[in-house]
């Protein structure tokens, strides 16, 4: 058996000096530290809002989000500010809801409505893609997750062919 070399970085064998039946098990590893470090990077993400939202509101940063994801988005937002941790929760759902169409949907096309009724703000947004999507599923789930800590509840619609309609009620004081 020859000299092993190892990896500066991690100690792994290389994977091209590595022994043919150690390969399966390197990629396994390997696998396994990329799909941890890409959920340390996504909670870091749910964290940080961009700077667009603290500075020109919730209308620009959506209209950001959609033109880096080459959706056309039609915008529907009020007037006045929203409370600020108000305004980050709907904006990570509407940020999510539009990864979800960009992702599944087939569409470019979505509308999104946020307003003020009494004293909820419901946010909706809406695709005209395939449809079919798993209301208990992760994506939804992490969208239910993130209302539901702000007291809030989510309803997701999606009949096979008719587009996806996401629906988050969310308690502004």
């Known amino acids: 058996m020859g000299r092993r070399r190892t990896c500066a970085r991690c100690a792994w064998p290389k994977i091209e000096q590595a022994e043919a039946g150690q390969v399966p098990a390197l990629v396994e590893t390997a696998d396994r530290l990329v799909a941890g470090a890409l959920r340390e990077l996504r909670d870091l993400a749910h964290g940080v809002y961009p700077h667009t939202l603290t500075h020109a509101g919730l209308a620009a940063a959506v209209e950001e989000t959609a033109d880096g994801l080459g959706l056309i988005v039609h915008l529907t937002v009020p007037e006045n ?84 309609h996401v629906i988050a009620r969310i308690p502004c004081v």
């Open 81 to 164: 500010r929203l409370p600020a941790t108000v305004e980050k929760t709907v904006y990570f759902f509407v940020s999510e809801a539009l990864t979800n169409a960009h992702k599944y949907a087939g569409t470019v096309h979505v509308q999104v409505d946020v307003r003020r009724s009494g004293g909820v703000i419901v946010a909706e947004v809406r695709d005209d893609g395939v449809g079919g999507a798993d209301g208990e599923g992760p994506g939804p789930a992490r969208l239910r997750d993130r209302i539901e800590a702000y007291g809030g509840r989510l309803h997701v619609r999606s009949p096979r062919g008719a587009g996806t």
